[in-house]
């Protein structure tokens, strides 16, 4: 079974600002698509220093317009660079942020549906009928939701599947539609696919890069943030999280 898709906690306050208290767990915002692999990142960084890291996962729009309203986290992992350059101009972060990751799209399907038998990303799409549903984050809300309608656009079947998209609020509620059923094709981060929590379930077809911009991925330490906070956003550009990124199916930057 899927770990819970949704907001780990929230705590958006008017007028509050990044923690700075160092007791407790680091507060954290970051985008769906890393759930897995900031587990993985979060147990072995916990087993060497002690310090827990309590994540609040969601579209990278949403979290950067949650930030801006006060939620109280030290760090924004985010699946694009925008949302940091808009917090950056809204005087929210210590600096420009960093590029951690290049993010892959894939389509996926249930193994057990007959569209699982098709040879490609394009050929599934082609050949979804028109009762179907293809399920994708929202683009004005997600990197990859954004990336897949260019992908749809990019193959040539968006005047006829539009009708028939249903809109995760992040991509892990796209993933989520294909999982239980409710649409039989959805495009996700290739990175979920690899969870044990899916093992065996999806057909996966990953999606040629060069059907959609790069998604480049950037995180970014706020204003307040505490040693603590610099620390984490260390260790995730050092080599054992490097390690776990590229396990997890994301592409390092050069």
């Known amino acids: 079974m899927l770990l819970a898709w949704g907001l780990v906690w929230m705590g958006v ?6 923690q700075t208290a160092t007791a407790g767990p680091l507060k954290v915002a970051a985008a769906a698509n890393l759930k897995f692999v900031l587990a993985d990142i979060e147990t072995q960084y916990r087993q060497q220093t002690g310090q827990s890291v309590q994540f609040n996962f969601g579209a990278s ?3 950067a317009r949650q930030i801006q309203q006060g939620l109280p986290v030290q760090l924004f992992i985010s699946a694009d660079e925008e949302q ?10 210590q600096d420009s942020g960093q590029r951690y990751a290049i993010g892959r799209l894939a389509l996926i399907g249930l193994q057990a549906h007959p569209l699982a038998k098709s040879a490609s990303p394009e050929a599934a799409l082609r050949a979804l009928a028109p ?3 293809l399920a994708l ?5 997600a990197p990859y939701g954004l990336a897949a309608q260019q992908v749809l656009h990019k193959t040539g079947v968006w005047p006829r599947l539009q009708k028939q998209l249903v809109l995760g609020e992040n991509i892990g ?11 039989p094709l959805g495009f996700t981060a290739y990175a979920l696919t690899l969870a044990p929590e899916t093992a065996g379930q999806f057909k996966v077809w990953p999606v040629p890069p060069d059907w959609h911009a790069p998604l480049n991925q950037r995180m970014v ?6 040693p603590q906070a610099q620390a984490f956003r260390d260790y995730l550009l050092g080599p054992q999280a490097k390690a776990l990124f590229v396990k997890h199916g994301y592409a390092l930057p050069q």
């Not at 330490?221 to 505490?226: D, I, Q, R, V, Y």
């Open 13 to 18: 306050g008017p007028t509050a600002q990044a």
């Open 61 to 63: 729009v949403q979290l």
């Open 84 to 93: 940091v350059a808009w917090l950056q101009q809204n005087g929210l972060t």
């Open 131 to 133: 009762a179907d549903k």
């Open 137 to 141: 984050a929202n683009p004005q809300l």
């Open 173 to 183: 509620q796209a993933t989520q539609y294909v999982l239980t059923g409710a649409a």
């Open 221 to 226: 330490l706020l204003k307040g943030a505490s």
